[in-house]
């Protein structure tokens, strides 16, 4: 039975894992877990999928280092695009700082990428070594042919872990270089310098934090959990016991020495009361079994910790077995400090600003993609030809235009001058430049000699006129750029 009092979530302590997860955690089902397999499944899915999608003839979401180029859903973005790479991180951190006030470490206990690869990685130990408690009782056994099985089994789960952690950095790279392609060399054996660096690199990583690390990660590396506490409030709703309800616990041995008296009397024809457990007695029934399937191998018992990645494997431990002991679930359950749901916990005022703020940046980001000019033009004035006076008396100046075209589709450029200037430009060709290309062409601009308005060339002094060249795309007027530079007359 639930205790009248709401369960008090109390501050955050800091324990020794109760745990030692020498042979593994317990696996356990329940509605959490499948909801972190869910989880796993639809990021692997995404992660290993996204590489190789294609849309229009091009990477969906791709990383161009070299070029300086970011391919994503159907978008090319470039350095000057560091704007919106501002907003989308701002955005992401908004997004974890709302999920932190509502559910706590909820993001770390189903999509935090150190928990699903250990998640994987246990899946994998388990299906060859067997569970924490056979693999116990090999290793007290003691005979050599059991150590030599166990042994067997531990190499080959290791190999597995080798194959997934490859598999992984493979795939990290594929997001560098166009998946096709490196499919292909790899199969050839061609991998460059830096692809094989960046592939074995992520999987050696991926194998010693997913595969022997584990928890020590959220213990002693992850900076998540050191400053989570300062972003949950009173009303988070965050995994904690029912300590009105679960304490004084009764162990499984106390509860089958009840059950048998409790029968003795029966057949005596004895009241029942006077054999059953004292009722100041909880509901826990000290059968260890939260600790044993918990990532972290911490006791919720002992309060909300820091290492507490709010996965939810122990309230399925639990709800078990408060099932099989017929009481009510929910002695170990997500509830808040003050006992409110999790409508009041959205309802809090520090989630209604992070909510407006998300939304403010995603409006942002909206905004910063509907006006963005996918062009990116320089000029600058070709330092190696000096401004030099033609036979007719006319002064010409070289530019170089310096064209990128992040477009997704081919554009021709017209290259002018801008507003209302003496100067002239000699009749030119438009650039054609490819989505994605970039071109520099040189242009010369003239003034013609009846309108120099500059110093005398004998007395030894130049004129500098201010001037500027417009790009603009002959089929979207609105892919435009006017670039400022000067026109310096010869002494």
Not at 187 to 212: D, K, V
Not at 266 to 294: F, I, K, M, Q, Y
């Amino acid at each position: 039975m639930s205790s009248a009092a709401a369960p008090r979530a109390q501050p955050i302590h800091f324990y020794p894992p109760k745990s030692t997860l020498q042979f593994g955690i317990r696996a356990i089902a329940g509605r959490f877990n499948r909801a972190r397999w869910w989880s796993i499944g639809i990021t692997q899915m995404l992660f290993f999928g996204l590489c190789w999608a294609q849309w229009q003839g091009r990477p969906l979401v791709s990383f161009d280092l070299v070029r300086q180029q970011v391919h994503l859903f159907g978008g090319l973005f470039g350095p000057q695009d560091l704007l919106l790479l501002t907003l989308l991180l701002i955005g992401g951190a908004l997004a974890l700082f709302v999920t932190s006030a509502v559910g706590g470490r909820i993001f770390c206990g189903f999509v935090c990428p150190q928990s699903v690869y250990t998640a994987l990685f246990i899946w994998i130990e388990q299906r060859v070594q067997g569970t924490p408690g056979q693999r116990q009782r090999r290793q007290a056994s003691g005979a050599p042919a059991v150590i030599a099985a166990l042994w067997a089994r531990r190499l080959l789960a290791w190999a597995l872990w080798a194959t997934v952690s490859l598999a992984l950095g493979w795939t990290l790279t594929a997001y560098f270089s166009s998946a096709p392609a490196l499919w292909q060399r790899t199969w050839q054996g061609q991998l460059g310098g830096a692809e094989s660096t960046l592939m074995l690199g992520y999987a050696a990583f991926a194998l010693a934090q997913a595969g022997f690390l584990r928890e020590k990660v959220c213990q002693h590396m992850c900076p998540y959990a050191r400053f989570q506490g300062v972003m949950a409030t009173t009303q988070t709703q965050s995994v904690v016991y029912d300590v009105p309800r679960g304490e004084p616990r009764r162990s499984t041995a106390h509860t089958v020495a009840n059950a048998a008296a409790h029968t003795a009397a029966v057949r005596a024809s004895v009241p029942a009361a006077s054999t059953a457990h004292p009722p100041s007695r909880g509901d826990c029934l000290d059968c260890n079994l939260c600790v044993e399937v918990c990532p972290a191998g911490i006791d919720i018992r002992n309060g909300l910790q820091y290492e507490c990645i709010s996965c939810g494997l122990c309230i399925d431990a639990c709800d078990r077995v408060m099932d099989k002991a017929r009481q009510p679930q929910g002695l170990i359950r997500f509830a808040s400090q003050q006992g409110a749901d999790w409508r009041h916990t959205l309802r809090q005022r520090r989630v209604r600003v992070y909510f407006a703020l998300l939304g403010l940046t995603a409006l942002a980001v909206v905004a910063t993609v509907a006006w963005r000019v996918p062009l990116q033009v320089e000029v600058v004035r070709d330092r190696g030809v000096m401004a030099r006076q033609l036979r007719n008396g006319d002064v010409e100046n070289i530019y170089r235009v310096h064209i990128q075209n992040y477009d997704t589709q081919a554009h021709a450029y017209r290259i002018a001058l801008a507003g209302d200037t003496p100067l002239q430009m000699p009749p030119q060709e438009p650039v054609v430049i490819a989505s994605g290309e970039e071109r520099t062409v040189a242009v010369a601009v003239v003034q013609p000699y009846r309108s120099t308005s500059g110093a005398d060339p004998g007395r030894g002094v130049s004129t500098i006129t201010p001037m500027a060249l417009q790009v603009q795309s002959l089929v979207d007027a609105q892919q435009q750029r006017t670039r400022s530079s000067s026109f310096i007359q010869p002494r």
